[in-house]
């Protein structure tokens, strides 16, 4: 049976339109289905937390991603269940890159259609990440533009403008797990295992199949084109400056002398004492359509990141 938990509406005003849509299809066809509401993100996780520990195994998600960042660090060992996302709301970047569909009525089918696809996620210290942790000017910028009541392109690009050239960069220790350890004074870091941030390519190279997840940093320099290597990073054209370095890994570890590491993972901000982080392969099933991982993942891109592995 599915069990569909909805985005609580206080956060996401589209979760229970789109619900209505979903539930009347789904009568149409005399699917069997139960449908939970949330009144706010603790009511999501322990309402996830209860059907787990019933035993249930089938999900489907009506919300984006910060839903599916509570969802799956309710249920923790995602090896035992199949999720099925239906996006509602700004921030849907797992479900761009994975190329679900975003009308309801056709997720839905493809939902029900049976067809699952493992996908890698990582583990960021206690928690699970499906999409990316992004460390530096972006972290701070996203932060300040999450605080606007109206987000549109024009409002992002002037946060960035206006804020990105006075981020004077953050002293991190990077430990990649082989080598020596590497102090950095970091402008932008970004660890990847989808492709998307807000809508945009920050990580063009990636894909959640090959076991590896995307590191990128680059360093704080005195330049006053800050803001410039920014929209570069937005645009995913980061990778081919050479201010950008770039790494496919398994396990990473960043600390700093503060134990304060400020990090927007899956759109959620938190304050860190230390970042270690993991990859899973293939540790959890999505349902999808036919065509929607496979299609994401070309062989160009497989090339050329074949050839800076561990650059």
């Known amino acids: 049976m599915l069990n569909i938990l909805v985005a609580p509406d206080t956060q996401n005003l589209e979760s229970e339109q789109i619900t209505k849509r979903v539930v009347k299809y789904l009568k149409s066809v005399k699917a069997e289905y139960s449908v939970y509401f949330s009144i706010d993100y603790d009511n999501l996780v322990a309402n ?12 489907v998600i009506i919300g984006d991603d910060i839903t599916i960042n509570y969802f799956v660090n309710a249920i923790k060992d995602l090896s035992k269940i199949k ?14 890159f ?14 029900i259609s049976a067809n699952v696809e493992p996908v890698d996620y990582l583990i960021v210290n206690d928690m699970i990440a499906l999409n990316y942790i992004i460390l530096g000017a972006s972290a701070d910028i996203y932060e300040i533009y999450d605080q606007y009541k109206f987000k549109n392109y024009f409002t992002k690009n002037y946060v960035r403008i206006k ?8 002293s991190l ?41 995307n590191l990128n940093y680059s360093l704080y320099t005195n330049e006053q084109n800050k803001s410039r290597y920014l929209t570069l990073f937005h645009n995913g054209k980061h990778i081919y400056e050479d201010r950008t370095k ?17 990090s927007c993972i899956d759109g959620r901000i938190l304050t860190l004492d230390e970042i270690n982080v993991q990859v899973v392969e293939a540790g959890l099933k999505i349902f999808v359509t036919k065509k929607s991982i496979i ?14 592995v561990n650059e």
């Open 173 to 213: 220790n990077i430990d990649m797990k082989s080598g020596k350890p590497k102090n950095e004074n970091i402008y932008e870091l970004s660890i990847f295992n989808g492709g998307y941030q807000d809508g945009e390519p920050l990580s063009p190279l990636s894909n959640v199949h090959d076991g590896l997840f």
């Open 295 to 308: 299609s994401s993942q070309n062989k160009p891109i497989k090339e050329e990141k074949k050839d800076r």
């Open 98 to 111: 994975l190329n679900l569909s975003f009308n309801p009525i056709q997720a839905i089918k493809d939902i």
């Open 48 to 59: 996830a937390i209860e059907l787990k520990n019933m035993n249930e195994t089938e999900f």
């Open 163 to 170: 804020y990105g050239n006075k981020f004077e960069g953050i």
């Open 246 to 262: 770039q790494f496919w890994l398994k396990a990473l570890k960043i600390t700093n002398s503060n134990n304060k590491i400020k």
């Open 83 to 96: 999720l099925g996302i239906i996006p509602a709301g700004r921030l849907n970047d797992f479900a761009k």
